[in-house]
């Protein structure tokens, strides 16, 4: 599966506390209406954000059996997306329960540390539906480019609403009915009045509210081993789609050089003969290609592909350059520079030097299938270690740098128009392998562990931040919208 599989807790705050006086002059049917109240903000603001996610999954099955069109349904899911990651920047904050909340709570046979944990465990539940949603922009965009990505699609939806219906049940059991099941009828009935006439998404007419606590909280569970027997089954059907594309496929992929902002297809000469790196600088950036035949005493390189934000970029001796047509999906010109400076060979690769020549000259056949990626759908980043979908917002504004380590790929973000005062960098993605937050990350976020090769992976932004005073509004918007790569990062197991 595209992303990665684990027990989700389902359960969330707002960004207020419970506000529980406890006060001695407050009677005990407004006690427990106080709890009601609290709680009820708490739960009718996971059945909403579960309500938008119901309403994608519609749109996209609207769209699969053609009664809207493609366009539409991108502009939905990424709507919605957007939305609520919007909603999650202002609805999370811890909140710790105060020893009058606790003894309240528990007067009414309600266990404080459960309910604080409920109360505490947003993050999940969005990154669950932010992950759902990114994929499924994911899948759209791809159902333009081949007929797998509409099945793909097809797959997908049905999937995640089968699993999104067993995780209604349990939300309802274990969120809802779970908390209140032993309490008498005036106050069972006060809770129903209070909560389920605004239900959107935890409604059922097959729902039963149940009197005993064990009983409810058996349903859920049984609803959660069902949903993780889905998920598990999601994930191996993915996995053999994976190790069933067609051989011809694959021969296929193994003739394209693709990265996030450019594809074009290897000639002929090149194949099985060429090696690829990286280097330059944030404003000139480029993937050099060499003949993995000749030894490090000679020159074996033929060709680069530069992508810059600056056409006054340095440009090296010994290189012919041309720049090719159009504008990256990033913002970024992209050039082709030629080795002109190959001279006389050492001996040992002499007998390669005729290979050598023919990949240079075949460099000409680049510019015909070049493809420079230029729409953006919330395209999923994935290297061997981790992946995380790039916001929308930043298309042709925001310049991405990888930088392939030894142990793991690291990112820096620039803001394209903030590069010409010397600064622009939004954010970065930096492996650490001591663990210890590295010290150009300002605020860094732990996202995973690769438990097998201790290595930390750290979010953030930059320690001294330098921008354009007239870029200023632009840089902060774009280091919000940095939030989709924070909600989306998944490390592989």
């Known amino acids: 599966m595209k992303k990665k599989i684990g027990l989700f807790i389902i359960c969330l705050t707002m960004s207020g506390s419970i506000n529980i006086m406890g006060s001695s002059s407050v009677s005990a049917q407004e006690d427990y209406q106080t709890i009601v109240e609290d709680y009820k903000e708490l739960f009718l603001s996971l059945d909403q954000i579960n309500y938008q996610y119901d309403c994608v999954l519609e749109t996209v099955g609207d769209y699969i059996e053609g009664k809207v069109n493609l366009s539409e349904t991108e502009e939905k899911v990424n709507d919605t997306l957007s939305i609520i990651m919007e909603e999650k920047e202002k609805n999370y904050s811890y909140r710790k329960l105060e020893d009058e909340q606790i003894s309240l709570l528990e007067e009414y046979g309600i ?211 041309t720049k090719l047509d159009g504008e990256t999906v990033l913002g970024r010109s992209i050039y082709m520079a030629v080795n002109t400076k190959h001279s006389e060979m050492d001996p040992e690769d002499k007998k390669f030097e005729q290979e050598y020549l023919e990949k240079r000259s075949d460099c000409d056949k680049i510019p015909d299938t070049l493809k420079l990626k230029t729409d953006f759908s919330c395209r999923k980043i994935e290297n061997n270690d981790y992946s995380f979908y790039l916001p929308k917002a930043w298309e042709g504004n925001v310049i991405m740098i990888p930088r392939k380590g030894k142990t793991c790929t690291s990112y820096a973000f620039y803001h394209k128009k903030s590069l010409s005062s010397g600064g622009g960098l939004l954010l970065s993605i930096v492996p650490s392998k001591t663990g210890e937050r590295p010290d150009l990350l300002d605020g860094a976020r732990v996202l995973g562990e690769e438990k097998n090769r201790q290595i930390m992976y750290w979010i953030g932004g930059p320690t001294g931040v330098t921008y354009g005073e007239a870029e200023r509004e632009d840089y902060f918007k774009m280091k919000f919208a940095a939030t989709t790569i924070m909600a989306t990062f998944q490390v592989k197991n």
């Not at 859920?220 to 190790?243: F, H, I, R, T």
């Not at 033929?302 to 810059?308: A, Q, Y």
Request: contains cysteine; charged residues 35%.
């Open 111 to 321: 266990n404080a540390e459960e309910y604080e944990t409920f109360g505490n465990s947003l993050r999940e539940e969005y990154v669950y539906i932010i992950c759902n949603l990114a994929e499924l922009a994911d899948d759209l965009y791809y159902v333009k480019k081949s007929e797998s990505g509409y099945e793909t699609l097809v797959s997908d939806q049905k999937e995640y609403k089968e699993l999104q219906e067993l995780k209604k049940e349990y939300h309802y059991y274990r969120n809802f009915n779970y908390w209140f099941a032993d309490w008498n009828e005036e106050m069972t009935a006060y809770v129903q009045d209070q909560v389920s006439p605004e239900l959107k998404s935890f409604i059922s007419g097959d729902f039963v509210w149940e009197k005993d606590k064990d009983i409810a909280e058996c349903k859920a569970m049984d609803y959660m081993d069902n949903y993780e027997a889905g998920m598990q089954q999601l994930s191996e059907n993915k996995k053999e789609v994976e190790e069933k594309s067609p051989e011809e496929d694959i021969k296929t992929q193994k003739k394209i050089f693709e990265t996030e902002e450019f594809s074009f297809e290897i000639p002929d000469s090149w194949v099985n003969g060429y090696y690829s790196g990286t280097g330059g600088e944030t404003e000139a950036f480029y993937f050099s290609f060499s003949d993995r035949n000749i030894s490090y005493k000679s020159d074996g390189e033929f060709m680069r592909l530069i992508l810059t934000s600056n056409e006054e970029f340095e440009k090296e001796d010994g290189f012919e350059y």
